[in-house]
């Protein structure tokens, strides 16, 4: 694909924000702290970055999904976990809403998102139920003026310790099996009946602090509840159809981020007398690593386009999400591999870049769910 | 009040540089940026249009490529550009291109409120020479250097830096400013810019639409016109490479420390 | 006022410098300039004048005489005091539409380079920015490139005759240099980068011999439009990278502790014999030298007895500001880096555990 004048700006845009606010300092910090950093994400909202897909009569700057995968992919090249912090309004936090909200509820929520005032994320995975969310045990219990009481426990909820907001899906109907008879609320984060899992100590992405969600007999109003109440499960797919994305952009900026640092490093590091770039043994791990972060590359390009398009998306999105995460893994391993030693050692940008690309083949699909959801639509 | 910023593309001097074979730069062949003095004169442009309210006109002279630049200063909030672009005006040196540019300014028209902001100097001719050059032809004064800009009323209130310090300068609109890096952190474009760039105006002014300015003297434009011309351009000589020393950082030092008493330097 | 036409070139005649003063003092770039432009007349065979404005000066202008100027035309009034754009530019101005010198020589400082591009719009004329080298007479030209550049000069031809003053500067962040001529308007003028030409001997006789020519301009309040309201002095110390004998710079290799490194640059000046530290644009663009410490051509050009480069990989834009240094060290991390092809003597490694060990080395000597 070729990217038209408007993009390659927004493109030029993201470049020139992640290459400069994204300082070895402030890498090292959230490395090294774990912490969420304020600053940045002020800085990222004052620029608009968090609204890009977000309409812009809800406060956002109404951008398309070519422009938001553009956005994940050049900010995850300089630096994996900050592309998580532009990433979630623009998919898992805002997108629910957008798909299933009233006006009503737009409007209440996705401004302050869209502008960065309020953190909304995303919780639909639970202790006993991952990849397969249809075991969802979380229960809202209707109450007969329409409100909700929620309980149960969400895991690995990605964002939660900052959230205002968190979208969480929860069996309204426990007579019906799977993934029937669940809904999807916006839970107030400061309700009473809300608390904070630990933490959770991660190989990678850190800086984005993830912990479990509990819910004990929480009293949500009737006005918490999104779209129809037994139709979550089917709006939960399609969010995350649209944030799959997201993560294969992501995996193609990680890949990006290895072929380059391990070019510089291949023609500045010298063995046997020359720079280790004359070893064919390093320059087709080059050549590999260009290949399949370029093909990951059209992959999500491709596959935004689609969705820009209004066309039906789904298997292209998986696709991308299965091939760029691979993609980004093979090409960190290259990368660290290029590197010797110091790719081992944390002083050099690949030892990171390795394992953040660890989890993209995880979150928000795995590969294997990636492989059903293709297998299951060539076999339907 | 409008303020005019005069921006400038150029090749970005500080990655690789590109050569053509007479040893003349090949700017086709290098990435090109808005010249960075340039930016801090469109953000001090765009503060005192967040505070006092402003239309913003970018301006520049160059080629019909610059057209992207121009949208990228939209981007950042400009609310018009304006291209002054043509084959005449090709190969101009400074006095040329101030002419040229306080040409477009005068034929857009500039107001007694109104104010003519440059960068301090472009890094492809470092020069310093368009912006005053411009105050001249308009009849405005000037103040260049700027590392602060305050605005009470008509009245501007500049810092302008010196070698060993700085002097407080005060001038009324109409105006000229050049900016230098120290007065401000520019801006990025912003996500909301970036998408509606391309519905804000880009005004292309080319020859046909200026010749008949009155501060443009058609003879004095472009290469041949130009007062200056390049009499002849060359490479410094290459010196040779001198001795890497080998060993430890130790051993190092102690062979720099007798080469440099071998040679009287300590 | 006679009739001015800056293209009627064979009107002109004489080579001027305009000395800029600050605070009733010469500035240093005057007697370079001077220097100078005692060369060129006598290429040119034509007088030397300086130009001096100021209030009460008048006493300065001998000095200029010992530099070499003929002559020095003061333009006295308290206007003229503290440099304004407008005031200058109209005594300038005024003065060369009267005499028509065919050469006006201005030092590229903050003042010179506000003033110079403004008359030279106003006299009609060409200018060419922070001059590095200049030469009327062709012999002269045609050595200085044999010397200093890649051209063949033994065949190449030259016009011998030709008397436009050449201007030779550096052009795209010094990748290039650039020989420039201005040969259709005068006077031909010039800003010259301070630091650059050297400043010749004083000689008292000259001085005594030097004619002094005191004017009254005609300054009308009506056409200034600024007023200064302060001139300030930075009470920071002052750097003097340009006239210092040993330089030590430090780069994008000492970023992350800038203060250990600039104590260690010190220290390795100080063992040097003494000199001051500089510092790469990398550094002063983050914030984390100042920028009269930068060297380079966005900051000063300095030649000293002693360079030493450390963590710097010598961007051509650096090297432009120090190549010809005397000697020059080169301390860097990666052998690979560009400035070691300039350096005389290079060494391989961190520069924070290599310079206390040449700190030691040459005390040891």
Redesign the interface.
């Known amino acids: 694909m070729i990217l038209d004048q408007k993009h390659l700006r927004f493109q030029k845009l993201c470049r020139q924000f992640a290459e400069t606010e994204f300082t070895k300092e402030l890498l090292d910090r959230l490395e090294e702290t774990g912490d969420f950093d304020w600053d940045i994400f002020k800085k990222m909202s004052k620029y608009g970055f968090c609204g890009v897909k977000i309409p812009k009569e809800y406060g956002g700057a109404g951008g398309d999904y070519l422009s938001y995968a553009i956005l994940v992919e050049e900010f995850a090249r300089v630096s994996p976990v900050l592309s998580i912090y532009a990433n979630t309004s623009n998919s898992l936090g805002g997108g629910p809403l957008m798909l299933a909200g009233t006006e009503e509820q737009k409007q209440k929520y996705l401004p302050p998102v869209a502008r960065g005032e309020e953190i909304m994320v995303f919780a639909l995975t639970e202790p006993g139920a991952g990849s397969d969310a249809g075991g969802t045990t979380t229960r809202a219990e209707e109450q007969e003026d329409g409100s909700f009481i929620l309980n149960g426990r969400k895991t690995f909820i990605s964002g939660a310790p900052m959230a205002d907001n968190c979208i969480v899906f929860a069996k309204t109907d426990p007579s019906q099996k799977g993934s029937r008879g669940i809904g999807m609320f916006v839970l107030d984060m400061h309700l009473p009946g809300v608390s904070l899992g630990k933490p959770e100590h991660k190989m990678g992405i850190k800086g984005y602090p993830t912990c479990d969600v509990i819910m004990e007999d929480v009293h949500v109003p009737k006005d918490a509840l999104v779209g129809q109440k037994d139709k979550g499960f089917g709006y939960a797919m399609k969010t995350l159809d649209g944030g799959r994305l997201g993560m294969a952009a992501q995996g193609v900026g990680i890949a990006q981020g290895c072929l380059e640092e391990s070019i510089k490093y291949a023609k500045e590091r010298k063995q046997f007398g020359r720079p280790i770039a004359n070893f064919q043994a390093i320059s087709f791990m080059l050549a590999d690593m260009a290949t399949e972060t370029e093909a990951a590359r059209q992959l999500v390009y491709h596959a935004a386009e689609l969705k820009d398009a209004g066309k039906d998306a789904g298997m292209a999105c998986s696709i991308a999400k299965y091939y760029a995460a691979e993609a980004a893994n093979h090409v960190a391993y290259k990368a660290v591999q290029i590197h010797g030693g110091y790719g081992y050692i944390s002083d050099y940008k690949v030892e990171r870049f390795y394992r953040d690309a660890r989890i993209v083949p995880i979150y928000e699909g795995t590969s294997q769910v990636q492989q059903m959801v293709i297998s299951g639509m060539l076999l339907k | 009040m409008k303020i005019y910023v005069c921006v400038k593309q150029v090749?970005d001097?500080?990655g690789v540089?590109a050569?053509n074979p007479d040893?003349?730069?090949n700017r086709a062949k290098m990435p090109t940026i808005i010249n960075p003095d340039d930016l801090n004169a469109m953000e001090a442009a765009l503060q005192l249009k967040e505070s006092e309210g402003a239309t913003v006109v970018a301006v520049s002279m160059g080629p019909p490529q610059a057209g992207?630049m121009m949208?990228?200063l939209l981007?950042m909030g400009a609310d018009e550009a304006v291209l002054i672009s043509g084959r005449e005006f090709g190969g101009s040196?400074?006095?040329a291109t101030?002419?040229i540019i306080a040409g477009g300014i005068h034929h857009m028209g500039i107001g007694k409120e109104d104010l003519v902001l440059c960068g301090r100097q472009a890094?492809?001719?470092?020069?310093?020479?368009?912006?005053?050059?411009i105050?001249?032809?308009l009849h405005l004064?000037?103040?260049?250097?700027a590392t602060e800009i305050k605005k009470d009323g008509d009245t501007y209130?500049v810092k302008?830096?010196?070698?060993?310090?700085?002097?407080?300068?005060?001038?009324?609109s109409p105006?000229l400013i050049t900016c230098i890096?120290?007065l401000n952190e520019p801006?990025?474009?912003?996500?909301?810019g970036?998408?509606e760039?391309?519905e804000k105006p880009l005004t292309i002014l080319d020859y046909e639409a200026l010749k008949d300015e009155r501060l443009i003297e058609t003879d004095?434009i472009g290469l041949n016109g130009?007062?200056?011309?390049?009499?002849?351009?060359?490479?410094?000589?290459?010196?040779g490479?001198?001795?890497?020393?080998q060993g430890t950082?130790?051993e190092?030092?102690?062979a720099?420390?007798?080469?440099?008493?071998a040679?009287h330097?300590? | 006022m006679a009739e001015f036409n800056s293209s009627m070139i064979e009107d002109f005649s004489d080579i001027w410098v305009f000395c800029e003063q600050r605070d009733g003092k010469l500035m240093p770039t005057d007697f370079e300039l001077i220097s100078e432009g005692r060369k060129l007349a006598d290429q040119r065979g034509s007088k030397l004048i300086g130009l001096l404005l100021g209030d009460n000066v008048t006493e300065l202008a001998k000095e200029l005489g010992g530099y070499g100027a003929d002559k020095v035309i003061v333009c006295e009034d308290p206007a003229l005091a503290v440099y304004t754009n407008e005031a200058y530019t109209n005594v300038v101005c005024d003065m060369v539409m009267e005499r028509k010198p065919e050469v006006l020589l201005i030092g590229a400082s903050n003042i010179g380079r506000d003033l110079g591009p403004r008359c030279a719009a106003r006299l009609h004329t060409g200018l060419t920015a922070d001059c590095t080298h200049l030469d009327i007479d062709m012999n002269t030209y045609v050595d200085f490139l044999d010397k200093n550049s890649n051209v063949d000069v033994a065949s190449t031809t030259f016009k011998m005759e030709d008397v436009n003053m050449k201007m030779t500067r550096p052009a795209f962040g010094g990748h290039l240099m650039a020989t420039i001529i201005c040969p259709r308007f005068r006077p031909c003028m010039a800003t010259v980068r301070p630091g650059v030409l050297k400043k010749a001997d004083f000689d008292q006789a000259k001085a005594d011999a030097c004619e002094i020519e005191v004017v009254k301009p005609e300054i009308n309040a009506a056409d200034i439009h600024e007023k200064v309201l302060e001139v300030v002095k930075e009470a920071k110390e002052a750097v003097d990278l340009i006239g210092a004998d040993v330089v030590v710079s430090i780069g994008n290799g000492a970023s992350k502790d800038v203060e250990t490194a600039k104590k260690l640059a010190q220290d390795l000046a100080d063992a040097l014999g003494g000199g001051v530290v500089g510092a790469s644009r990398a550094l002063v663009d983050a914030g984390l030298m100042d920028a009269d410490r930068q060297v380079g051509q966005t900051g000063k050009t300095v030649h000293p007895k002693v360079y030493v480069a450390l963590g710097i990989s010598g961007a051509i834009q650096h090297k432009a500001g120090m190549d010809h240094s005397e000697l020059i060290i080169a301390v860097n991390k990666n052998e690979n880096e560009p400035i070691f092809e300039v350096a005389d003597y290079g060494l391989v490694g961190d520069l924070f555990k290599i310079v206390p060990e040449m700190i030691e080395a040459i005390k040891a000597q």
Request: one cysteine or more; a negative charge; aromatic letters at 8%.
């Open positions: 090749p001097t500080s540089v050569v040893g003349t730069m992207e949208r990228e981007a040196d400074t006095f101030s002419q890094i492809d001719g470092d020069t310093a020479q368009v912006g005053p050059q105050a001249e032809k004064p000037q103040v260049t250097y209130t302008r830096a010196l070698e060993d310090g700085y002097m407080t300068i005060q001038v009324k105006c890096k120290e801006r990025y474009m912003s996500v909301e970036v998408f760039a391309d004095t130009s007062p200056t011309n390049i009499f002849r351009s060359f490479n410094p000589p290459v010196k490479q001198g001795e890497m020393l950082e130790k190092m030092a102690a720099l420390a007798e080469k440099l008493s040679k330097v300590i």
